[in-house]
């Protein structure tokens, strides 16, 4: 497992668009999220123990959001023939299991995440009314032990943005493990 930490994010740069299967069998476009003040973009997996610490936390965020006119999506671009563990099967069965309140879609073929220049999981992206990139960075203040989390840099970000304030500074990056990209 080789931990990654996220670069700056190219702050203003417009949402590349997507349409990518949901594991709930729907299809899925950065359009559909047009009434939405503030995107969060969440690359994620099943596999990676970053998310697997950070998960609980995604979920209860992503609720807290949903009625401030926010939404998260994550999205899963991992190579699923040297990791079966991110198939899209296994995608709706932690999906199901965890009761996501979010849409879990699948990029198999990466051009989403290469398109967004996601690097690790998990790797957030938050942007505003506009769809301009306003916030690349972690979470939280405590990665792998929700116990120990003193700011919530991510909502706080995006309670910001739905207030029309300025967003935190500094941005910390996220860490996590690298997204495993398919060979040749």
């Known amino acids: 497992m080789a931990l990654l930490y996220t670069p ?3 702050l203003g740069d417009q949402a590349p668009d997507f349409s990518l299967p949901g594991v709930d069998g729907r299809q899925y476009a950065l359009a559909d999220y047009a009434s939405h003040a503030v995107l969060v973009v ?19 965020l992503a609720r807290d959001l949903a009625g401030q006119g926010a939404a998260l999506v994550g999205i899963n671009s ?14 709706q069965r932690r999906a199901k299991a965890n009761n996501y309140p979010f849409a879990y879609l699948f990029d198999e073929s990466q051009q989403v995440a290469r398109a967004y220049g996601a690097v690790c999981t998990p790797d957030f992206f938050v942007y505003d009314q506009s769809r301009c990139l306003r916030y690349r960075g972690r979470l939280d203040d405590s990665p792998r032990d929700a116990t120990r989390v003193t700011r919530q840099e991510l909502k706080e970000a995006v309670l910001a ?13 996220s860490m996590g493990c690298s ?6």
């Not at 994620?44 to 979920?59: D, K, M, S, T």
């Not at 943005?161 to 990056?173: C, D, N, S, T, V």
């Open 161 to 173: 943005l739905l207030a029309h304030k300025a967003i935190p500074e500094p941005q910390h990056p």
């Open 78 to 91: 991992n190579d699923v023939v040297n990791y079966p563990e991110d198939s899209f099967d296994n995608m």
């Open 179 to 184: 997204i495993k990209w398919k060979e040749g």
């Open 42 to 60: 969440a690359f994620i997996c099943n596999h990676c123990p970053y998310v697997q610490a950070i998960e609980q936390r995604l979920i209860v």
């Open 8 to 10: 700056a994010g190219a």
